[in-house]
């Protein structure tokens, strides 16, 4: 139930509830934020508020009501160079967000954020500036006649600025957005909506109607939508009347713990602390969240997002003169922070701590070693690294290019990227030299591809060998009709008795193969139970639809299986000889070997590896049935 706000919104709390509340009254169906992990595989992270509704825009989904609202939470990577360098820019935000499915539409959506700004948020009109798509005429009429504002101030953007979508392809149109003019006495003169000190954008209105597809081209969505976000930080900001979005309540208590921590003052800090501080204010809550949510740090995707935040946040605790791990401290308080609104936090807090622990005590070994080479390259006084010598920083040292860079060019001394860059692709083709693999990445049309089979039938539990049909052929994440002998392709069929990676278990292997044609297929995937054989034409050639057999090499299966049950006998032994309380974090079954990582409150000690090894290999002999 909607609660009566009795004084102005202020804090970040009552700024969060004040919107939703607002919205909830105007028949808004209040919706929790979704997981930063999307069910969508064209994106890594959740980077918008209308991100868990995008199969609902796109007509694939029912909708939950008409009108929903939510503050959802977010993180975008790609401006992470603007962290702490500019007021507004952060790798993990909230975006608060009205929507409508095919309800209401331009008018309602902007009287509603016109509305909610003046008599909600208290902002004086004379400080609000509007920007709207050049072609979109509607909308301008819409806030001139409606709404009254002057001319002058309804400033015509073209497509760069204010046409929106969420990604290459997916549902987008042309957006409005509200500017705070912190200094209206200046005028409308050439003024620069970019420029950060005058002005901030703090509500996007979104009139989503088309689907961009893969060509680019545009087609009429099944209804017009609304998509809207308000950056809470922003919000905080103007009604905080702070500087920039860091110093608001939202964030500042971080910055003061690091403060407090480094020995270096906020206020009087210089701008490369002032920026170091921001930097741990921001990344703070970016990495409590990725984890919470369930990302380990790794050199892949998102777990390589959340281990280039720690590593940057490391990095910039060590220029602070932070000497000891001091991550978790920082994390403890954005865990009390922002734990009333998203009760997951604390719920996962011991987590959060021993992956912050682990990667902090990982990268500051790497650190060591890597700092040291360094600082040989920058006193031989050379103004260009090589990219074999930053490649081996990255490769031998796990020191990344981006580090390398950013403390080299504290030092005015350039990276060849381009070499590195050539470093990198031939590593990558030593790489599948070496062990005959295809391109296992998947990647651009084919992860939306995907999606439009029907889903595979799996019959492997029964068979090894079975027929299936062949529904898809992708080469280079490209769709094609056919393919033949030497292409690494990805087959899907209608049936199959290949078993796809799942949980941490590997992927069976074998060939499919038919009277005109093999092929050796390394590694099956499955999305949304489509399985997706990768492999290689090694005679003939193939076709859509054409009949062949699916072949699992059956002692590599048993490998498999076999290295699966070990993980659990591995498990209980550990609860037997470590504690009760170890848990797992995630395993690795492979044909030859398997990993199995786990949570625990104490090292393990030499005499306990035996008394494991010593169990599993009991309950081996054993030889007991499996269910
Ligand atoms: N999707 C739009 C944005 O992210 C409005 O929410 O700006």
């Not at 703090?202 to 017009?224: E, H």
Request: contains cysteine; hydrophobic residues 35%.
């Amino acid at each position: 139930m909607a609660t009566v706000i009795d004084k102005y919104p202020k804090s970040g709390d009552e700024i969060r509830k004040a919107f939703l509340d607002f919205y909830e009254k105007k028949a808004h169906k209040v919706i929790p934020s979704s997981s930063l992990i999307p069910d969508d595989p064209t994106v890594l992270l959740t980077i918008a508020g209308m991100l868990p509704f995008k199969s609902i825009f796109l007509g694939l989904k029912d909708k939950p009501s008409n009108r929903a609202t939510s503050s959802q939470k977010c993180i975008r990577t790609n401006d992470i160079e603007n962290v702490g360098v500019t007021a507004r820019h952060h790798t993990f935000f909230e975006m608060l967000g009205n929507f409508s499915f095919g309800d209401y539409f331009k008018r309602d959506a902007i009287e509603w954020a016109w509305q909610l700004v003046t008599n909600v948020y208290h902002l004086d009109r004379k400080n609000i500036v509007i920007s709207v798509f050049d072609k979109d005429t509607e909308s301008k009429k819409i806030w001139e006649e409606n709404i009254g504002i002057e001319p002058d101030k309804i400033i015509q953007l073209g497509e760069k600025d204010n046409f929106w979508s969420s990604g290459p392809t997916g549902p987008c149109g042309p957006c409005s957005e509200l500017y705070y003019d912190f200094y209206p006495e200046r005028g409308m003169n050439n003024i620069d909506l970019d420029d950060d000190d005058r002005f901030i954008e703090f509500y996007n209105l979104v009139f989503m109607q088309y689907n961009r597809d893969s060509s680019g081209a545009l087609t009429d969505l099944k209804y017009k939508n609304i998509d809207t976000g308000m950056g809470l930080e922003r919000m905080a900001q103007i009604l905080q009347k702070k500087k920039n979005n860091y110093e608001t309540d939202l964030i500042f208590p971080i910055i003061e713990k690091a403060s407090q921590l480094s020995k270096v003052d906020y206020f009087s800090a210089n701008s490369s602390q002032k920026a170091s501080l921001k930097i741990l204010g921001d990344h703070t809550r970016a990495i409590i969240h990725l984890i919470s949510d369930g990302v380990i740090a790794s050199n892949l995707g998102r777990g390589y997002i959340l281990r280039r935040l720690l590593r940057r946040m490391i990095r910039h605790g060590k220029l602070l003169g932070i000497k000891d791990k001091f991550i978790s401290q920082l994390a403890l308080v954005g865990i009390q922070l922002m734990k009333n609104t998203y009760p997951e936090l604390q719920n996962n807090s011991q987590r959060i701590f021993s992956e912050i622990d682990i990667e902090e005590q990982r990268f500051l070994n790497t650190l060591e070693r890597g700092e040291k080479l360094l600082n040989e390259i920058i006193a031989s006084g050379v103004k260009l690294i090589s990219g074999t010598q930053a490649f081996e920083l990255y490769d031998t040292y796990g020191f990344p290019l981006e580090l390398t860079k950013e403390i080299l060019d504290e030092k005015n001394i350039e990276v060849d990227l381009k070499g590195f860059e050539r470093e990198m692709n031939s590593q990558r083709e030593r790489a599948k030299a070496a062990s005959q693999t295809v391109d296992l990445t998947l990647e651009g049309s084919i992860e939306r591809d995907i999606e439009l089979f029907e889903k595979t039938n799996f019959v492997g539990y029964e068979l090894l060998n079975t027929e299936g049909n062949i529904k898809g052929i992708f080469i280079n994440s490209n769709s094609v009709e056919n393919a033949s002998q030497g292409e690494t392709v990805q087959v899907v069929l209608n049936q199959t008795s290949f078993y796809a990676e799942s949980g941490g278990q590997i992927g069976d292997v074998g060939v499919i193969i038919s009277d005109n044609a093999e092929i050796l297929v390394e590694k099956v995937i499955k999305k949304k139970d489509v399985f997706l054989h990768y492999g290689i034409i090694q005679r003939g050639s193939i076709k859509i639809n054409q009949l062949v057999e699916t072949r699992v090499d059956k002692s590599k299966r048993v490998k498999a299986e076999s290295n699966h049950t070990a993980t659990h006998l591995l498990q209980s032994a550990l609860k037997l000889v470590v504690d009760e309380s170890v848990s797992q974090r995630g395993s690795m079954v492979a044909f030859n070997k398997l990993r199995f990582d786990f949570n625990s409150p104490n090292p393990v000690s030499e005499n306990q590896i035996l008394d494991i090894e010593k169990l599993v290999n009991k309950w081996i002999l054993e030889n007991h049935s499996i269910s």
